[in-house]
C-alpha cells in the first residue's frame, strides 16, 4: 500500500495545458475513481502516476518519496489498460509472469505468484491457452492477473471494464471490489462510467477541462454537488436544471414564481433530480403541467412534463404508466431536495426552493390511467 500526493501538479504539451495544477491525496488502501467527460485529463492524471508521462510542474509523492522523475518499472505500480495489451505469442502464463523479468527472482517464487494471481482472478484452468483462445472477460482478468502479480503497492485501472459487455461488466465490478478489500492495495480506476465509479470507489474525483470539479463519496456528489458541472454530469438520467431570476423570498422561472427558504436577488439555476419529484393532482400543487411524453423503462416510467418553469423530468418507480400523454400533473418535491446554484455555478448550501403540495390541500395523488 502506499499514500499518493500530488502538490500542484500539470501537465503540457507546448501551448496545450492538458492538466491544471492538482493537488490530491490519496489514503494507503484508499480505492478512489476518476471520473469526467472524454479530454477532462483522467488518464493523463492515471499516466503520471505510473511513470508513463513526467510532471510538467509539481510533485508526486508516494508515502512520502518523490517519484516524479522515477521511471515506470521502479514504481512498483500494478497498471491495466482498456486494450489489455496482451502479447498473442505468450501463453496465458507467460503473459502474468512477463512483469516478474525485471525482478531478481527465484523461478519457484515467480512461478507461485502467477498460480495465486490467476487464481485469484479465476482462470487457473487457462494457464496454457494463448490470448487468441481467450474471451474478451477472460482477457481482462489475464490483465489484472499481470498486474497484481507484481504485488504492487498501487494499482492503477484505466477503463478496465469498457470492452466487456453489460452482464460481465457487473460481474467485473464486484470482483475488483472484492480482490481490491482482500488486497488492500491503493488503487485507482479511471472511468466515464457513473455506474462503476459510484459502486466502486470510496471516493470521486470528478474532472472537468484538466482541473478537478469535486472530490468527495458518491453520495457526496450526488446529492451535494459543488457546481453545475457536477450536478449535470453525475445521475442518470440527469438532474433537472432551470434557470430563473430570484428577487427576495420569490424566485421566477420562466412564467412561475415559486418561493425561495431566504432572501436572495440574482441569477440563480434551479436543480432537481427526477426520482425527487412525485406527480400528483394538479390543483394539489404549487407547480402543474402536462405530461408530453412517456418512456416505460422496464423497473420505472420516465415523464416529461411542460410547465410554466419549463420542460421538467419526473421519474416514477413501478411498471405501470400511470399517467398518459396530455394529462395534467402537480410536481411536488421535498425542499431539501431542491437545489440552488449561483451565477458562477456554485451550489448554495442553505438555499431551497419550496415545490411542495399546496397548503390548503392534502395530497392526493392521481388515480391510474385507464
Given amino acids: 500500500m502506499a499514500k499518493i500526493t500530488l502538490n500542484n501538479v500539470t501537465k503540457s504539451w507546448g501551448e496545450t495545458h492538458v492538466l491544471k495544477p492538482m493537488n490530491l491525496t ?22 503520471l502516476l505510473a511513470g508513463l508521462y513526467a510532471p510538467s510542474a509539481g510533485e508526486i509523492t508516494f508515502d512520502g518519496h518523490n517519484v516524479g522523475r522515477v521511471d515506470a518499472r521502479d514504481r512498483n505500480v500494478g497498471i491495466v489498460f482498456q486494450s489489455y495489451a496482451l502479447y498473442p505469442n505468450l501463453t496465458v502464463r507467460e503473459n502474468i509472469a512477463f512483469p516478474l523479468r525485471f525482478k ?30 481467450l474471451s474478451g472477460g477472460q482477457q481482462q482478468r489475464v490483465a489484472l492477473a499481470r498486474a497484481l502479480v507484481k504485488e504492487p503497492n ?39 462510467d457513473q455506474i462503476e465509479a459510484i459502486t466502486m470507489a470510496d471516493r470521486i474525483i470528478c474532472m472537468n477541462n484538466g482541473e478537478i470539479a469535486q ?32 428577487a427576495g423570498r ?73 399517467h398518459l400523454p396530455g394529462t395534467s400533473v402537480g410536481l411536488v418535491c421535498k425542499q431539501e431536495l431542491t437545489l440552488l446554484f449561483d451565477q458562477d455555478g456554485r451550489r448554495i448550501a442553505d438555499l431551497h426552493v419550496n415545490l411542495s403540495h399546496r397548503a390548503d390541500t392534502r395530497a392526493a395523488e392521481l388515480a391510474p390511467a385507464n
Avoid: W
Fill in 154 to 192: 498501487i494499482l492503477l485501472l484505466d477503463e478496465p471494464l469498457s470492452n466487456l459487455d453489460a452482464t460481465l461488466r457487473i460481474t467485473m465490478r464486484a470482483e475488483l471490489k472484492a480482490i481490491q478489500k482482500r488486497l488492500g492495495f491503493t488503487t485507482l480506476i479511471v472511468t466515464h
Fill in 215 to 246: 472530490i468527495g463519496t458518491p453520495d457526496d456528489l450526488y446529492r451535494r454537488p459543488a457546481n453545475l458541472f457536477v450536478a449535470g454530469f453525475i445521475g442518470t438520467p440527469p438532474m433537472n436544471l432551470i434557470k430563473g431570476e430570484a
Fill in 250 to 322: 420569490q424566485l421566477r422561472l420562466g412564467q412561475a414564481a415559486l418561493d425561495l427558504s431566504s432572501d436572495r436577488s440574482g441569477s440563480l439555476t434551479l436543480g432537481i433530480r427526477p426520482e425527487d419529484i412525485a406527480l400528483v393532482a394538479a390543483d394539489k400543487a404549487a407547480l402543474s403541467g402536462s405530461i408530453t411524453a412517456v418512456e416505460p423503462m422496464g423497473r420505472e416510467v420516465f415523464y416529461t412534463v411542460m410547465t410554466p418553469a419549463g420542460p421538467l423530468h419526473a421519474l416514477e418507480y413501478g411498471e405501470v404508466v400511470r
Fill in 104 to 133: 531478481a527472482m527465484d523461478k519457484n517464487e515467480a512461478a507461485r505468484r502467477v498460480e495465486e494471481a490467476a487464481a485469484l482472478v479465476q482462470i487457473g484452468a487457462l494457464l496454457d491457452r494463448r490470448p487468441s483462445q
Fill in 26 to 47: 490519496i489514503e494507503n488502501g484508499e480505492f478512489v475513481a476518476i471520473l469526467g467527460p472524454s479530454g477532462c485529463g483522467k488518464s493523463t492524471t492515471l499516466f
